[in-house]
Antibody
Framework: QLQLQESGPGLVKPLETLSLTCTVS??????????WVWIRQPPGKGLEWIGC???????FYNPSLRSRFTISVDPSRNQFSLEVTSVTAADMAVYYC????????????WGQGTMVTVSS | QSVLTQPPSVSAAPGQKVTISCSGS????????VSWYQQLPGTAPKLLIY???KRPSGIPDRFSGSKSGTSATLGITGLRTGDEADYYC???????????FGGGTKLTVL
């Protein structure tokens, strides 16, 4: 069964760049039936859809976040990544990667999540 | 402010039934599939309902979903204390070109 695992620093300084990676195992990231999503959840708050990437490289971003967020894919490593520039305390959250079904838009596989703290 | 609107909390006694509403618009729920997620404390969300009313393998039939117009509803029957969790609806918004979630509903089984 396909699994997702997030990795990255648990602590970043304000105004630095946060880089997270999601590794896909027991399945291919290149499937055209699915796309790959980043979702975050600030402490005590709800889910926020950040953006997604298709195997073609096409990306979509939350309009309220787009300018600082970049999602990329590395098929050779079966990984996709999220980069967030100029982080602030508002970016503190648990970051989840997930798999989305094309045309259906549900997220059937999730990573366990990784907590990111922003502090100097 | 979430694009999809859910009640912040609902509660019911063990064994009873509860429904959670999710209200949207013609650019999201009105013409896209709705999914529902259960998030138990300290864990990642789990897909509960997809394509408005379908249950993934392993999800008991105590959980059901429906959609009408620009609203969707999650129903849970035979409530158990283990159902206490946050529940989120989600879909795609064709105007925003982005995925959207409801603000989440906290279920308390009294």
């Amino acid at each position: 069964q396909l699994q997702l695992q997030e990795s990255g620093p648990g602590l970043v300084k304000p105004l630095e760049t946060l880089s997270l990676t999601c590794t896909v195992s027991s399945g291919s990231i290149s499937s055209t039936n699915y796309y790959w999503v980043w979702i975050r959840q600030p402490p005590g708050k709800g889910l926020e859809w950040i953006g997604c990437i298709f195997s073609s490289g096409t990306t979509f971003y939350n309009p309220s976040l787009r300018s600082r967020f970049t999602i990329s894919v590395d098929p050779s490593r079966n990984q996709f990544s999220l980069e967030v520039t100029s982080v602030t305390a508002a970016d503190m959250a648990v970051y989840y990667c997930a798999r989305g079904k094309s045309g259906i838009d549900d997220f059937d596989v999730w990573g366990q999540g990784t907590m990111v703290t922003v502090s100097s | 402010q979430s694009v999809l609107t859910q009640p912040p909390s609902v509660s019911a006694a063990p064994g009873q039934k509860v429904t959670i509403s999710c209200s949207g618009s013609s650019s999201n729920i009105g013409n896209k599939y709705v999914s529902w997620y259960q998030q138990l404390p300290g864990t990642a969300p789990k897909l509960l309902i997809y394509e408005n009313d379908k249950r993934p393998s392993g999800i008991p039939d105590r959980f059901s979903g429906s959609k009408s117009g620009t609203s969707a509803t999650l129903g849970i029957t035979g409530l158990r204390t283990g159902d206490e969790a946050d529940y989120y609806c989600g879909t795609w918004d064709t105007s925003l070109h982005t995925g959207v979630f409801g603000g989440g509903t906290k279920l308390t089984v009294l």
